[in-house]
DNA sequence: TCGACGCATGGT
DNA sequence: ACCATGCGTCGA
């Protein structure tokens, strides 16, 4: 049949314009390339089972390009797809244990645990080609959705079907949940299986993966913190806590690797935090109601998709973003999604005009608050990566309210969370808006953006210098003077950043003699000791005189629930944070008026409530001959430590 | 499960 | 002083 070397797409009646038929969705292909779709019956070679490639190109785009099809394995993906979401949840294991144990996973080196027969070695990709794939395409599934009754489609696949008036899985037919058919969300977990087996197949030999996928509690330092007034309402009266990454809170674009000092790797698409709180301590997006952070002289950095609006409209790589204002907050009411008036382009919203103009990268993140949206994580908020604005205008919204609209298309070097693609983005068409034909006070780019897509570096990357930064940065940036050609101006600021900074979680002052625990939170000494005064870690269990058993006391982190008992029988201090709070205290008293507090840090040291053999190491901190390696110390700390450390040797 | 309510913070 | 796409509690 379909062996003329003419090959034809479906037109934009959705007709093949092969064969005249249109064709259900189930049976068009459409291309990742061209986004065209094609009749599966009319092409001369289908992609039955594609082994090697998530997306298929269609005969234009990729001339010969379809690849051999492999042996689909029948079987044991779901067994793959519960031993990574086991790895995953494993709470007893690092973030690199988990690299290494998916990689081994993948590697095909599987550890028995089951005791099946497990003859076949067969590469985790022809194990994907299994069950896992969409049956709409019978590919592997993009931006993958999966039944309650577990089986996985492509989210495009999906929506035809649904879109078709179908309500039962396409697959076992069983009823689907009309949440599911309304609102089908991006199976995350499916996703990273998919983009792993791709990354190890195409560069097995490569180092540990990149870990882009769930941060946990042990690798933050701190959380956010409750004043004690509000200590009742929990989390909702908290503060915002510390922020770890140092850059300006005007900063434009990714946080990189030399501004995540806590952890030297930057904040990764896909990142993903419990809450709004969490989200600002690393600096994805700062305002922690607000869903613009911005100055309207100046620009936009970042936005928040939450589902506060119902005019957004979410396409993942572009979307449709609402500006703020309309709607009267008077009494403070927080729930008022009714609009009473119109939203003009001033404050925030003409923040997102001025990036909008220029060009710059903003940064997104999607909130589990966003029902609407397939492309919300389903707990907590997750960073998405840079978009750029590409136009905006006003246009009456749902309310009969003008509202302001942005029209954000990604343009990041990172895959998107819910694409199983191994390369950031590719400068795209903007899509169609039907909306903007009523649209009023349109406004385009003139200027080349200052962020934008280098041809020869095959990169997204500044093509003008990002704007100067007007604030100084939230963290200990030691280097932000550089940075921003600004920086640290007045000492007063020097110190009122190392309080923040090194601030005992439990007295808030700058620490003295502090101490990191294995959950990496950190304390004075004194402070930590005298919380667990008169409590032993042991608990001699007598009965009649008859000791029966000593049984474990657990005692919890103050900062977090986890048992430091055994940190706390032998308590050492932290040595190289010592001396970085040291030397910062010496540099900041050199800056000002040495008048003002001078024997500030001789008090605090001489509280002498405990031992002192920390104080005769205070002496030689400079060298660090016998320097014994702290147990609890990660590599990353240490190493974020020195090059506080070496910083400040090159400042001075 | 969802809306109303009330208290928070931080940035403009 | 005002504004903001939050958060937890309570009750229907």
Not at 10 to 32: I, N
Not at 36 to 53: D, G
Not at 463 to 470: E, G, L, N, T, V
Request: glycine share 8%; proline share 6%; hydrophobic share 30%.
């Amino acid at each position: 049949m379909a062996h003329d070397s003419i090959q034809l797409p479906c037109g934009g009646d959705g007709a093949c314009m092969r064969c005249k038929v249109t064709p259900p969705a189930e049976e068009t292909l459409t291309c990742s390339t061209c986004a065209t779709p094609w009749h599966v019956a009319c092409l001369a070679s289908k992609p039955e089972t594609l082994a090697s490639t998530l997306q298929w190109h269609c005969p234009d785009c990729s001339g010969d390009a379809l690849l051999s099809a492999a042996a689909a394995v029948d079987g044991s993906s779901s067994e793959l797809f519960a031993a990574i979401k086991a790895i995953e949840a494993d709470e007893s294991l690092t973030e690199k244990e988990k690299a290494k144990k998916r990689q081994e996973l993948l590697g095909g080196k599987v550890e028995e645990d089951g005791g099946n027969g497990n003859e076949e070695k067969s590469s985790v990709l022809d194990v994907l080609d299994g069950s896992l794939n969409c049956s709409f395409c019978m590919q592997l599934p993009d931006r993958p959705v999966t039944t309650p009754c577990g089986h996985n489609f492509c989210l495009k696949c999906f929506q035809k079907w649904i879109g078709q008036g179908k309500r039962t899985c396409a697959k076992c037919r069983a009823t689907i949940p009309p949440k599911m058919a309304s609102q089908p969300r991006i199976n995350s977990t499916l996703v990273s299986v998919i983009r792993m087996a791709k990354l190890s197949k195409s560069n097995a030999a490569a180092g540990p993966l990149k870990v882009y996928h769930f941060i946990h509690n042990q690798d933050r330092p701190d959380k956010a913190f409750t004043t004690e007034r509000a200590q009742k309402a929990g989390k909702a009266n908290a503060a915002s806590g510390k922020i770890f990454v140092t850059v300006p809170p005007d900063h434009f674009g990714p946080i990189t690797a030399e501004n995540d000092p806590a952890r030297n790797q930057g904040v990764l698409v896909g990142e993903c935090w419990e809450d709004r709180l969490e989200c600002r301590q690393w600096g994805a997006h700062l305002p922690h109601v607000a869903g613009i952070a911005g100055q309207s002289n100046y620009g936009a950095q970042s936005v928040a998709l939450s589902g506060g609006y119902e005019d957004d409209e979410d396409h993942g790589e572009w979307f449709l973003y609402t500006g703020s204002g309309g709607r009267d907050l008077s009494g403070n009411k927080r729930t008022n999604k009714e609009q009473s008036f119109d939203q003009k382009f001033e404050k925030m919203n003409e923040a997102l005009r001025v990036s909008c103009k220029k060009g710059y990268p903003v940064r997104v993140v999607r909130s589990h608050k966003e029902k609407r949206s397939s492309y919300a994580p389903e707990k907590g908020v997750r960073y998405d990566g840079v978009y750029r604005i590409e136009k905006c205008w006003r246009n009456v919204g749902i309310q009969g309210f003008k509202v302001c609209r942005y029209l954000f298309v990604r343009c990041d070097n990172e895959p998107a969370p819910w694409t199983s693609d191994e390369h950031g983005d590719r400068p795209r068409p903007l899509p169609t808006i039907p909306e903007l034909k009523k649209a009023v006070d349109i406004f385009e780019r003139k200027e080349s953006p200052s962020w934008d897509f280098d041809e020869e570096g095959s990169q997204w990357k500044w093509k003008r210098a990002p704007p100067p930064s007007k604030k100084p940065a939230n963290g200990a940036d030691l280097e932000e003077g550089k940075r921003t050609g600004k920086g640290i101006r007045k000492a007063r600021n020097t110190k009122e950043r190392l309080l923040k900074e090194f601030g005992c979680l439990i007295c808030r002052q700058v620490m003295n003699l502090p101490v990191t625990t294995p959950c990496a939170h950190n304390f004075c000494k004194s402070c930590l000791e005298a919380a667990f005064a008169g409590k032993t870690s042991i608990r001699e269990r007598n009965n009649g005189g008859r000791a029966l058993r000593t049984q474990k006391n657990v005692l919890n982190c103050p900062s977090c629930p986890t048992d430091i008992s055994d940190f706390l029988q032998h308590l050492q201090v932290n040595r190289e944070l010592m001396d970085v709070i040291e030397s910062l205290k010496q540099k900041s008293n050199e800056n000002e008026e040495p008048a003002e507090e001078p024997s500030e840090e001789h008090m605090n040291g001489s509280e002498g409530n405990t031992d002192f053999s920390c104080d005769g190491e205070t002496g030689t901190k400079n060298e660090n001959a016998d320097h014994s390696p702290l147990p609890d110390c990660e590599p990353e700390r240490s190493s974020k430590r020195s090059k506080v450390d070496t910083s400040q040797v090159a400042a001075e």
